[in-house]
């Protein structure tokens, strides 16, 4: 029989047995050869209904076309894209389109749900079955960890780490690899894993501690050397030569959407580390802006400073600025320019989120005055703009002889 990793489809099947036959061990200690030959009967049928329901049950990430570590929303556009393909309006009266309608749908009702993705990905089909409140049922089927459901439920604690996205990624979209690293645990923990000797299995301990003569106060704890799980792990496992726990560097593609802002998330599923009897948690990212060396987000408006010189200011200005998809977007005014004065570009803003609309881009301008002038640009500025005024014509209107007699001292 298959016994390696790969074969996934018998897995959950070859599992079951395992479970089974340790029971069955179990029991003939107990129990006289008549009722094993029964027990043994029983067994086989049930070995027979399975392996027929698993010959007829196709891997669900093979139905719709994905790798086991698809995110989220490559199972929703793989799903779209072949539903769409094999729907019976399509394909009227074509008996293999609808039964792949049907296992699109059922692939996609598991994979597309988070907790029962991650049911099935620890259980196969068999951890669709039943519900998580039967208890009876739970304790007849395999269960990896030995322990009841309320145990198994445990997941690993989500962990949030902040994603650095340039502006030109919030603004045109994109995808974005990003190098995870996370322990994972043996692939077959089950069988990787033994009773713990220091607790016996019981995960408590019980130490004893002497408080004076004749008086000894008895404690229970967990135990320090299984954590209170009761299991231990085995040495010489043939899933994990290299150890129960290893590092594994994992590329993941992130879906930047446009218009996305700081602190939105976005999400993987059980990309956590692992943790024996835990559900691994999920892996959020958490938009951090990249500062830009040219513009500045504000809300869904953009916000650009432009050095424009004197006579640009006095003039006109008739410049290009290269928008964050690289479109030049021309800037053009007529008449003077005060210095901070803002121009509004309607539209040319980020992208909305949720794809209504776009902000605005706002110019403003930063007047650099020269220097110095020659004494030939004195004079031309002086004969266009006209003489400055003289100190007769400033101040208020009250001049006075003690007045001008105070602004010659601190002339001097
Ligand atoms: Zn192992
Ligand atoms: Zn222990």
Same mark, same amino acid.
């Given at each position: 029989?298959?016994?390696?990793?790969?074969?996934?489809?018998?897995?959950?099947?070859?599992?079951?047995?395992?479970?089974?036959?340790?029971?069955?061990?179990?029991?003939?200690?107990?129990?006289?050869?008549?009722?094993?030959?029964?027990?043994?009967?029983?067994?086989?049928?049930?070995?027979?209904?399975?392996?027929?329901?698993?010959?007829?049950?196709?891997?669900?990430?093979?139905?719709? =076309?994905?790798? @086991?570590?698809?995110?989220? #929303? %490559?199972? *929703?556009?793989?799903?779209?894209? /072949?539903?769409?393909?094999?729907?019976?309006?399509?394909?009227?009266?074509?008996?293999?389109?609808? *039964?792949?309608?049907?296992?699109?749908?059922?692939?996609?009702?598991?994979?597309?749900?988070? #907790? $029962?993705?991650?049911?099935?990905?620890?259980?196969?089909?068999?951890?669709?079955?039943?519900?998580?409140?039967? =208890?009876?049922?739970?304790?007849?089927?395999?269960?990896?960890?030995?322990?009841?459901?309320?145990?198994?439920?445990? @997941?690993?604690?989500?962990?949030?780490?902040? /994603?650095?996205?340039?502006?030109?990624? /919030?603004?045109?979209?994109?995808?974005?690899?990003?190098?995870?690293?996370?322990?994972?645990?043996?692939?077959?923990?089950?069988?990787?894993?033994? $009773?713990?000797?220091?607790?016996?299995?019981?995960?408590? &301990?019980?130490?004893?501690?002497?408080?004076?003569?004749?008086?000894?106060?008895?404690?229970?704890?967990?135990?320090?050397?299984?954590?209170?799980?009761?299991?231990?792990? *085995?040495?010489?496992? $043939?899933?994990?030569?290299?150890?129960?726990?290893?590092?594994?560097?994992?590329?993941?593609? &992130?879906?930047?959407?446009?218009?996305? @802002?700081?602190?939105?998330?976005? +999400?993987?599923?059980?990309?956590?580390?692992?943790?024996?009897?835990?559900?691994?948690?999920?892996?959020?990212?958490?938009?951090?802006?990249?500062?830009?060396?040219?513009?500045?987000?504000?809300?869904?408006?953009?916000?650009?400073?432009?050095?424009?010189?004197?006579?640009?200011?006095?003039?006109?200005?008739?410049?290009?600025?290269?928008?964050?998809?690289?479109?030049?977007?021309? !800037?053009?005014?007529?008449?003077?320019?005060?210095?901070?004065?803002?121009?509004?570009?309607?539209?040319?803003?980020?992208?909305?989120?949720?794809?209504? =609309? @776009?902000?605005?881009?706002?110019?403003?301008?930063?007047?650099?005055?020269?220097?110095? /002038? +020659?004494?030939?640009?004195? $004079?031309?500025? !002086?004969?266009?703009?006209?003489?400055?005024? +003289?100190?007769?014509?400033?101040?208020?209107? %009250? #001049? #006075?002889?003690?007045?001008?007699?105070?602004?010659?001292?601190?002339?001097?």
């Amino acid at each position: 029989m298959c016994n390696s990793t790969t074969c996934y489809h018998a897995l959950p099947m070859l599992r079951g047995l395992s479970g089974r036959r340790s029971r069955a061990r179990a029991s003939r200690e107990s129990r006289n050869r008549s009722n094993n030959t029964l027990l043994y009967f029983i067994l086989a049928v049930i070995v027979f209904e399975e392996v027929t329901q698993v010959v007829a049950g196709r891997d669900y990430y093979d139905i719709l =076309g994905v790798s @086991r570590d698809a995110d989220s #929303s %490559t199972i *929703k556009r793989a799903f779209r894209k /072949l539903a769409v393909k094999y729907h019976p309006d399509k394909n009227p009266g074509d008996k293999t389109a609808e *039964k792949m309608y049907v296992e699109l749908n059922n692939a996609y009702e598991v994979l597309g749900d988070n #907790s $029962k993705r991650q049911r099935y990905d620890m259980y196969g089909e068999d951890g669709l079955k039943g519900g998580e409140q039967d =208890g009876d049922a739970d304790d007849f089927f395999f269960n990896p960890f030995g322990r009841r459901n309320r145990q198994r439920e445990r @997941r690993v604690p989500d962990v949030s780490v902040p /994603l650095s996205v340039s502006l030109e990624m /919030l603004y045109n979209g994109g995808v974005m690899e990003v190098s995870h690293k996370k322990r994972v645990i043996c692939s077959r923990w089950s069988d990787c894993e033994s $009773k713990c000797t220091k607790c016996g299995g019981s995960g408590m &301990i019980i130490t004893t501690r002497r408080l004076g003569p004749g008086f000894v106060q008895q404690m229970q704890q967990t135990c320090p050397t299984c954590g209170g799980t009761g299991k231990i792990g *085995k040495p010489n496992c $043939k899933s994990c030569p290299k150890g129960q726990f290893e590092q594994v560097e994992k590329m993941l593609l &992130i879906d930047i959407e446009k218009g996305m @802002r700081n602190g939105q998330t976005i +999400t993987f599923d059980g990309q956590t580390d692992e943790k024996p009897d835990h559900y691994p948690g999920n892996l959020h990212f958490e938009i951090d802006t990249k500062e830009h060396d040219r513009f500045q987000r504000d809300g869904n408006d953009l916000h650009y400073y432009l050095d424009i010189n004197l006579s640009e200011a006095l003039v006109g200005v008739d410049r290009i600025v290269r928008q964050l998809d690289g479109r030049e977007v021309s !800037i053009q005014t007529r008449g003077v320019i005060s210095p901070k004065e803002r121009v509004v570009i309607e539209g040319e803003g980020m992208p909305a989120f949720d794809g209504v =609309g @776009r902000g605005n881009l706002v110019v403003e301008f930063w007047v650099q005055f020269p220097e110095t /002038l +020659t004494d030939e640009q004195r $004079k031309g500025v !002086i004969e266009i703009l006209g003489k400055p005024p +003289t100190k007769d014509e400033t101040g208020d209107g %009250t #001049s #006075s002889a003690s007045e001008s007699a105070d602004t010659e001292k601190t002339e001097l």
